[in-house]
């Protein structure tokens, strides 16, 4: 059956035998937990915007003809890629959270050049085999999650040198059908409410590593898995039954760490093993694409400037100057975070598979300041909220039959405001600022698709400081005007800025 619904999606889910634990305990349904749900309800979303708005939300499929899932399509054109970061900056809005889907998005494109070009190299036939895979997932409008990151023991230490074999996932058996995985993958986002995950490795792979370069698709049921679920600040307020407290009933994200005991792959879904010399590039491409995915985080930043203007005119306070002022702020943070990421976007080149690739150097830029912004952004709304957001009293007490009045008489601000929608909106800033979704809005914007450093590091590559050198030598009268030929040869990077925009 193909999946075209919330309810269907959700439906999807019932009753697979996978082993998820959380707080010690083994879950038996994973879709009726008040914990996880919120992060199913986040994912169902995902194909309820399929239903309203399908230009937005999906694509005709080149493999089934039919519409699927926007997240499951393989970009080849620049109009592609800007779709993508317009519809995650949709569900940013509609959801307040990480809605999960980006990661194994952006690893199915990068895989599909990466396997085109390992191909060309190595004589393989993976590209082949990952085309009908991908078939397979459009005809069920599947999700796919996406397992990248190891969890790594010694930093200094490559795959192959760890005291440990099984800090990185790894080939451990093979037979005739196919081969046996193990190991263990940190923060991964939605796996639990994915249907299938690619294991890809996380780094650059020497000869040494070989076991370490392997890539497969399984189903997240597949025997030999189990996911521990990450747990996350004010989680056990899900498990109260209210709905203020909670501050985003309906959605949230979701982490686990994912273990592989001898997880088995067959053949045919195998797009890389061995080939460690193509780690570094796919690794590089996924990061591309998915460090301007986090203009997600653009679309959960208009929530929360909407919460912070909100609870000044609860308070009584919008016309004041310097409110608006902060709110300008954090709007011009939060818009430069969209705009780095869907420039990125729009200087989008075709790989040789013709699968379109994003800008690098302004992805990385992208991610960069969503280390930064929504931190400064979170502190401007939690200004505006005041500290009533962090020593107000509970739902309980408010529904409470004696306390509860003096809730109402001494929490009230502007007349004609309820205090229970004062209590919400204040609920609702310090779920995306400490609470559940501060995990994705806060210190996913820092870590995930790579810490600062890392994209300091890919920034630091192809910043071209030789060229911008020579252009400077010039206009000082150091080096001769007649020079400029020569400086162009050594563009680089600003041959991809430069190159006239498709029609
Ligand atoms: Fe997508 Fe953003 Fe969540 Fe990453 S953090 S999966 S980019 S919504
Ligand atoms: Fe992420």
Known sequence: MKIETGDQYIDSLRGRNLK??????????????????????????????????????????????????????????????????????????????????????????????????????????????????????????????????????????????????????????????????????AHQTGCVNSHWMLVMPTMRLSEADRDYAIIGAVPVDAEGITYIYGRQSCDMRAMEGGSIDTGNNLYGGQEAMVIFDEVFIPHERIFMDGEYDYAALLVERFTAYHRRSYVCKSGVGDVLIGAAANIAEMNGVPKASHIKDKLVEMTHLNETIYATGIAASYQGYATKSGCYLCDDMIANVCKHHVTKLPYEIARLAQDLAGGMMVTMPSEADLNHPEIGALIKKYLKAKESVPVEDRMRMLRLIENMTLGRNAVGYLTESMHGAGSPQAQRIQIGRAMQLEYKKRLSRVLAGIDSIDERETIDELTGYFERVFRVPEA
Do not use: W
């Not at 694509?59 to 926007?70: A, K, M």
């Open 20 to 185: 998820v634990y959380l707080f010690g305990e083994r879950v038996e349904e994973p879709v009726d937990h008040p914990i996880m749900r919120p992060s199913i309800n986040a994912v169902a979303e995902t194909y309820d915007l399929g239903v309203r708005a399908p230009e937005l939300a999906t694509v005709i499929s080149p493999f089934t003809g039919e519409r699927v899932s926007r997240f499951l399509n393989i970009c080849t054109s620049t109009r592609d890629l800007v779709l993508q970061n317009k519809m995650q900056r949709k569900l940013g809005q509609n959801t307040g959270t990480c809605f999960q889907r980006c990661v194994g998005m952006d690893a199915s494109n990068a895989l599909y050049s990466t396997t085109y070009e390992m191909d060309e190299a190595h004589g393989t036939a993976y590209h082949d085999r990952f085309k009908t895979f991908l078939t397979d997932m459009h005809r069920h409008n599947y999700v796919v999650g996406g397992a990248m990151t190891d969890v790594k023991g010694d930093r200094s230490l490559a795959p192959h040198q760890q005291a440990d074999p099984d800090m990185f996932v790894r080939v451990v058996r093979r037979d005739d059908q196919g081969v046996y995985i193990s190991g263990a993958k």
